[in-house]
């Protein structure tokens, strides 16, 4: 990779009567790099030199990695199919942050190994958000979760491979500080009580009794599933419920609302209704 060339770099020499900008101390050469994202000290400004290679390992400059498709280096790897080059990008930053690594944001390319990886590197992670990883299943995104015991923020995005019941349980026991849960086009298994669907991943968010906001999307909970989440989340602030189609907020459900900011969006897509029960 371009990365490891980057270690050989030389020290620049400046024209006569101009600033050798390798030569500034450290600490400012990390303020300016600390401007810059993850990506863009990987790819350009940590490889100018050696003193800004040095630089650009300091931990403090890796506490939030952001790859997403908005980065143009992690979209040209996606459209090329280089996710192996996005992976070891990624145990780079993992590496360098020296364990403060706080904020992981990644799709596609994250899979089961790259989780674990971080896992074993992210003691302090307080937010992951995945988006449309299908090489992350339940056992590999388990084992990680236990490495997570600060989480406060965690969103799944149409992550087909990840769901049910006991994946949720596990994440409610790992991350007794999770406060924020979003749940995005997520597959929703459902068992048959009462000649009800009743969602069974409820349950295992119902374990999750820490949280203040939820938001959940194109999913079969029913007023049955969204009681027993309500039941065992006593600081629930704010719910968010998209395209939910067997939810009923009727009388009983707002008297279970009580206290809490309830948004609802309607199927017929344009109605979106707060309710300040």
């Given at each position: 990779m371009a990365m490891a060339a980057g270690g050989d770099a030389g020290p620049s020499r400046a024209p006569p009567g101009?600033?050798?900008w390798s030569e500034l101390p450290l600490d400012a050469i990390a303020s300016v790099l600390a401007k810059l994202g993850a990506m863009d000290i990987l790819m350009g400004a940590g490889l100018v030199c050696r003193s800004w290679l040095r630089a650009a390992e300091e931990p403090s400059l890796w506490r939030h990695l952001d790859m997403l498709k908005h980065n143009k280096v992690v979209e040209k790897n996606l459209r090329c199919g280089e996710t192996g080059v996005l992976c070891a990008m990624?145990?780079?930053a993992a590496d360098r942050s020296g364990g403060q690594l706080e904020v992981f944001v990644g799709e596609e390319f994250v899979?089961?190994?790259l989780l674990k990886y971080i896992g074993a590197r992210a003691p302090s992670l307080r937010v992951?958000?995945?988006t449309s990883c299908p090489n992350i299943l339940n056992e590999g995104f388990m084992e990680a979760m236990n490495k997570f015991p600060l989480l406060e923020e965690l969103k799944l995005s149409a992550c087909q491979s990840i769901g049910g019941r006991a994946t949720y349980e596990a994440v409610g026991k790992a991350c007794g500080n999770l406060k924020r849960l979003e749940l995005k086009d997520q597959p929703w298994k459902y068992n048959y009580l009462h000649g009800d669907n009743y969602g069974e991943e409820a349950y295992g968010i119902a374990t999750m009794h820490g949280l203040r906001s939820l938001k959940i999307s194109r999913s079969n909970l029913t007023n049955k599933?969204?009681?027993a989440i309500l039941g065992n989340n006593p600081h629930l602030e704010s719910i968010d419920l998209y395209y939910c189609?067997?939810?009923n907020m009727d009388d009983a459900m707002r008297s279970?609302?009580?206290g809490i900011k309830v948004s609802v969006k309607w199927h017929n897509g344009s109605v979106v209704l707060p309710?300040?029960?």
């Open positions: 101009s600033r050798n990624a145990k780079k899979d089961d190994d992951l958000r995945l599933a969204l009681a189609y067997n939810i279970k609302c009580a309710l300040n029960c």
